[in-house]
């Protein structure tokens, strides 16, 4: 990510967003629940979910909410 992009969010922010990156580079989308992200980036739930907020606010990433049960 470059540093004028990077500079807007938190190192656990950051790190959320990697899983979510790495997730999509491998499976071509990203289908992790929030508790899974924030678990493997060792964050908070509430940190990754304003992670993605921030991103999708950016455009960086879409969000498409497919909730269970």
Same mark, same amino acid.
């Given at each position: 990510?470059?540093?004028? +992009?990077?500079?807007?969010? $938190? /190192?656990? %922010? !950051?790190? @959320? +967003?990697?899983?979510?990156?790495?997730?999509?580079?491998? #499976?071509?989308?990203? &289908? +992790? /629940? !929030? *508790? =899974?992200?924030?678990?493997?980036? *060792?964050? *908070? $739930? $509430?940190?990754?979910?304003?992670? !993605?907020? @921030?991103?999708?606010? %950016?455009? +960086?990433? /879409?969000?498409? =909410? &497919? &909730? #269970?049960?």
């Amino acid at each position: 990510m470059p540093p004028a +992009l990077a500079c807007r969010f $938190t /190192t656990g %922010e !950051l790190a @959320a +967003l990697r899983i979510v990156a790495d997730e999509v580079r491998e #499976r071509r989308a990203c &289908r +992790l /629940t !929030l *508790g =899974e992200i924030a678990a493997r980036a *060792g964050v *908070g $739930t $509430t940190t990754a979910r304003n992670a !993605l907020r @921030a991103a999708a606010h %950016e455009g +960086l990433v /879409t969000i498409e =909410e &497919r &909730r #269970r049960d």
